[in-house]
């Protein structure tokens, strides 16, 4: 088979098994060139582990603290004439590399968000692991299904109160232009958007993780949040989603209640705005996303997900000493994003940009490289015009 980029809107639909894998292998480069993080994690449960910033906490993980990892997701393997998901090319690849490495690395493929996933979950730690001392929690999802009422909730992006306008870029087309987004209409998108991501399916994990027995004393538990500048409030932290992530958030005293019996210890992570499958689908981030790449290139001080993922686990939670948290408690590794300089910057020339300066004054192309890369695509050692028969016979998950 041979795969080009076939995009549609925001998400691209077709992935490349060898360009993925040398994403994954980048990454894995990454960590390796940092160092072993001492007094790391050993045994790992990442629950969400096939892209984004998931992936880059198993590859952390593994390659970071030669730890043993399973990870779930959702994904689809490669069918006669139709690639696989990005997500699970990127898992065979890291599976590959992590045996080849001596390390166990095992996958679930199903709905994290059912109780099956969990039980299946559960069974393996018992049978291959006993217990876990690190789980990752790095879900993004656009509908979930309750495991206990069978109701399907699916999530809305909007803002709360009033409609919002702002500039937009349609990445691919490179045209900027205004947008108005609708508020919610009742408190039932809300709802809606707390139910699919906000904290009770982390909790859910960890009381059942818990009950079987499988968490380690002291074993900590990570989930990631963002908070962003004041020009996306609207949209994201003063939106739903920002009210799931308060959610979120809101979940960790309870989770350090849970946890309390056996030393353990909940964590929210506050992330940078990255370009991953889950935040190019939201209105406004991604030219947000392009100025703060420009910016912070220029500073010298930007990162991807896997630089993102090894200092949080290098210089948060596994730093020796106190983790240093914020005045709500969480963990921040957005604060380089969130720099003063940075933000005045990145406003300044939000003011600015329009379709016609928008090569020049962001990185419109880096966001489009990041995107592509992220199914395997725009990487200068792959040859796309070759047959990918061969290697996706190699790519399969153990
Ligand atoms: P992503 O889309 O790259 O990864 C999502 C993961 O969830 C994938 O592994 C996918 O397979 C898995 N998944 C989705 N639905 C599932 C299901 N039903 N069952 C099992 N697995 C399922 O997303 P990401 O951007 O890495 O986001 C991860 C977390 O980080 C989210 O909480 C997100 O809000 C947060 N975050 C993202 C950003 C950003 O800019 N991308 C910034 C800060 C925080
Ligand atoms: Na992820």
Redesign the pocket.
Known sequence: MIIQPRVRGFICLTSHPEGTAQHVKQQIDHVKSKGKIENGPKKVLV?????????ASRITAAFGTDAATIG????KPAAPGKPGTA?WYNTAAFENEAHAAGLYAKSIN????SDE?KRQTIDLIKEDLGQVDLVVY????PR?THPKTGVAYTSVLKPIGQVFTDKTVDFHSGVVSDISIQPVESEEDINKTIAV?GGEDWKFWIEQLKDAGVLADGVKTV????IGPELTYPIYRNGT?GRA?DD?EGTVPVLNDLLEGIGGISYVS??????????SAIPV?PLY?SLLYKVMKEKGIHEG?IEQMQRLFAERLYANGEIPLDEKGRIRV?DWEMREDVQTEVAKLWKQITTENLEQISDIAGYRKDFFN?FGFSFDTVDYDKDTNEVVKILSIK
């Open positions: 629950i969400g582990a096939s892209t984004g910033f998931g992936l779930v997701f959702f994904e997500g199903g709905d994290a968000f996933i790095s879900l993004a999802s979930r991501m989930a990631y949040s963002y989603i992530k979120l506050v992330n940078k705005a990255l370009v991953t499958q889950s935040s981030v996303i997900t957005d992220l």
